[in-house]
Nanobody
Framework: QLQASGGGLVQPGGSLRLSCSASGSIFSIETMAWYRQPPGKQREPVAD???????NHADSVKGRFTISRDNAKNTVYLQMNSLKPEDTAVYYC?????????????WGQGTLVTVSS
């Protein structure tokens, strides 16, 4: 129901743009977010954006990554610039949808980002 794309291999200092689209069965989306899980480490939040467009970014990515969303397309993006080897991780998109007044969480399948020379 969440389809993420855009990962790949990039050199340090390079850029990538991740995308994640929610299928039509997911609607009334309140929060869209990106998490990542570096090799051998726990999953951690990267950035989130609410339906009003307010955003939060982890300190480790501030000034380098930017989250955005297109509500008409139910799609969230993560523009990643000035990538560092420590950004290497599987990136997951995450959505909170309000259904009949209750919050439901959805996770994407993950897309691998490798930053290496």
């Amino acid at each position: 129901q969440l389809q993420a794309s855009g990962g790949g291999l990039v050199q340090p200092g390079g850029s990538l743009r991740l995308s994640c689209s929610a299928s039509g069965s997911i609607f009334s989306i309140e929060t869209m977010a990106w998490y990542r899980q570096p090799p051998g480490k726990q999953r951690e939040p990267v950035a989130d954006i609410n339906s009003g467009g307010s955003t939060n970014h982890a300190d480790s990515v501030k000034g380098r990554f930017t989250i955005s969303r297109d509500n008409a397309k139910n799609t969230v993006y993560l523009q990643m610039n000035s990538l560092k080897p420590e950004d290497t991780a599987v990136y997951y998109c995450y959505v909170i949808s309000i259904i009949r007044g209750l919050p439901f969480e959805f996770w994407g399948q993950g897309t691998l980002v490798t930053v290496s020379s």
